[in-house]
């Protein structure tokens, strides 16, 4: 999980299984964000997920958002070996766009 | 897609010397924002800037800091005087108002003696 006091959390798995990160947060949101940074590059939004979505389907990508639990998770299908980056989540929070990212995942997908 | 440019990638300074970041953000976005990322933390908002004001900062934007794009050139974050525990990746981002989305340049490097 994401959000907390945890560090910046590594995950390493084989080429072709699938993965599930999870983000949880403090405070009510509406909408999540899921960002992917390579090594040496700024974040890059690869799927939003809102709260009246549930689940967001893109290619092999799919976002949960359960505002109930005040959490969200990323999936990825047959991961590959370009899939591997550093997965935040992020939300808009205190108003005029601000985004509370949060710890993220260093994924490594191993051939 | 649209892409954010940053100047320079890197900077290495003394302790106290002043240093700017650039950066070119997409070229019809309006609202500009600076991040700061330690080795291993998570990015963390600094400023927001829209219509030639900053909008909103957080409590890492200190006194030191200020922010500015004069006559549409580059949006700009201006450390004076800076210190050790300025180190860190600094991004900046723009979005079009209402679009959700801010794209992110690939950062800026500072590293403070």
């Known amino acids: 999980s994401q959000w907390g006091e945890e560090n910046l959390q590594a995950l390493s798995i084989q080429e072709g299984e699938d993965v599930t990160m999870n983000c949880s947060y403090k405070t009510y949101t509406t909408v999540v964000h899921w960002y992917r940074q390579d090594s040496g590059r700024g974040p890059a939004l690869i799927i939003l997920?809102?709260?009246?979505?549930r689940e967001k389907r893109s290619g092999r990508l799919r976002a949960t958002l359960d505002t109930s639990s005040q959490s969200s998770s990323l999936s990825i299908t047959a991961a590959q070996c370009e899939d591997t980056a550093v997965y935040f989540c992020a939300s808009p929070t205190g108003g005029a766009d601000r985004l509370t990212f949060g710890k993220g995942t260093q994924l490594i997908i191993q051939p | 897609g649209p892409k954010v440019l940053q100047i320079p990638s890197h900077q290495i300074i003394d302790m106290g010397q002043m240093v700017t970041l650039n950066c070119d953000p997409v070229?019809?976005?309006?609202?500009f924002y600076w991040y700061k990322q330690i080795l291993g933390q998570q990015m963390e908002f600094l400023v927001n800037?829209?219509?030639?004001?900053?909008?909103?900062k957080s409590k890492l934007f200190k006194d030191q800091f200020s922010v500015e794009r004069p006559d549409g050139s580059y949006f700009t974050l201006k450390i004076q005087p800076t210190a050790l525990e300025d180190s860190a990746v600094y991004f900046c981002?723009?979005?079009?108002?209402?679009?959700?989305?801010?794209?992110f340049g690939p950062g800026t490097r500072l590293l403070v003696l």
């Open positions: 981002a723009s979005s079009f108002p209402g679009d959700d989305t801010q794209y």
């Open positions: 800037f829209y219509n030639g004001k900053v909008m909103e």
């Open positions: 997920i809102r709260s009246n979505e």
């Open positions: 070229s019809n976005h309006l609202y």
